[in-house]
């Protein structure tokens, strides 16, 4: 973490070591596409099928089954709704309408090939380091990481501050001048890295109260990722937490396949995971107070602390550094939690089968995800 005008480091917080002894996997950067491709290769060889350009206009939740905007009816026996930010399955399944909620904030991101910024001294270390670079200023912030492109490494700033885009629009293409003017005061690196970009990517930043529910009553559609627990991107964790979902439906869907265990397995599901899924969007938004200080008394006791308190520690100010917090976040181990769980839990196994992790089940699902 960095002093957002000079670069001058604050806080280091070391977690490759603690990622591979404590938390036994490692710490990476994937860029989304081959996430995607990755789920898609795994989505694929489990049998689903995929259908694209068909966005889903209705939900019946007592068949359950759904309509796309081609007229293609769908049924099956559970609808996992991974819709998203903007859900449509939320007011569903909440029976009201729930949107999202404006944070006053949004991002730019800037993607590049690092071989556009070889040879300028200054901008060595951002992009031959593979490590996070967080400057933490008023108001904003800017992180840079590396990320593996199709043949060369690229470089990526996620740019965060107070909302500069017309209303209505949730994402657009933007504008280098416009984020050179937003941060022109900051390390003077950043300016020298904006000389080199060409596209510039906007997003609006939301978030969302805790759901009581991620069930529908008839125990037939379920919420999953951000259709269920959208959160601030400040600590990253939105499509973690997307995942761990996924592995808790997964591993009870293949422990317990059957119709009659539906409600069951649902209820499981929110018990493990709507309570964690709120505790890190909690601590994301703290992690936003935390590192967008203005300049003033707080942020000068702040910077002090971070000084004085390099690596990671019990009871760390910066969440980042607080090693109960990572324990808990990094820590986390699901299909553990689920073993817990079900031991802990008297589970009627009708059919079951004795391996957690994913599998394909008797059940027909259907998710709904473009
Ligand atoms: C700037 C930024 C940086 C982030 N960085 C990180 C990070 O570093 N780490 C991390 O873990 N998370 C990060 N996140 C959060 C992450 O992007 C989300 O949590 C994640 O994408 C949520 O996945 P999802 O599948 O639930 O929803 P989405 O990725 O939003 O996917 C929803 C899909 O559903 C489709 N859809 C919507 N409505 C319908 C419909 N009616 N019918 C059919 N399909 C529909 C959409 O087209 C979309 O494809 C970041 C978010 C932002 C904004």
Known sequence: MMRWKDGQVLVE?????????????????????????????????????????????????????????????????????????????????????????????????????????????????????????????????????????????????????????????NQKIGDNAEVRASFKDWDPRIDKMLEHVDEVLEWRLYTHEELPSWVHPSQKLCLIGDAAHAMTPYLAQGAAMGIEDSAILGGLLEKYPTKETLPKVLHAYEQLRIKRAAKVASASIESRYFTQMPDGEKQADRDEYLLSHPGIWKGHRNIRSQKEFLDELFGYDAYAELDKYIAAHEFERKGGVEKSGFGKSSLEQVSLTA
């Open 13 to 169: 917080c070391p977690l490759k070591e603690p990622a591979h002894n404590e938390y036994k996997s490692p710490y990476w950067h994937i860029h989304r596409a081959d996430l995607h491709r990755g789920l898609l290769e795994a989505a694929t060889a489990l049998g689903c099928k995929m259908y694209l350009d068909s966005r889903v206009v209705k939900i019946d939740s007592a068949v359950p089954s759904l309509t796309t905007k081609n007229g293609e009816v769908h049924t099956a026996d559970l609808i996992v709704a991974s819709d998203g930010l903007h859900s449509m399955a939320r007011e569903v399944v909440m029976g009201k309408p729930g949107p999202p909620v404006p944070t006053g904030q949004m991002v730019y991101r800037v993607t590049l090939p690092v071989s556009k910024l070889k040879g300028i001294p200054e901008l060595e270390e951002l992009i031959s380091v593979p490590r996070n670079n967080h400057w933490i200023g008023p108001h904003g912030t800017i992180l840079s990481y590396l990320l593996e492109g199709v043949n060369e490494t690229l470089i990526n700033f996620v740019f965060t501050c107070d909302v500069n885009m017309p209303d209505g629009v």
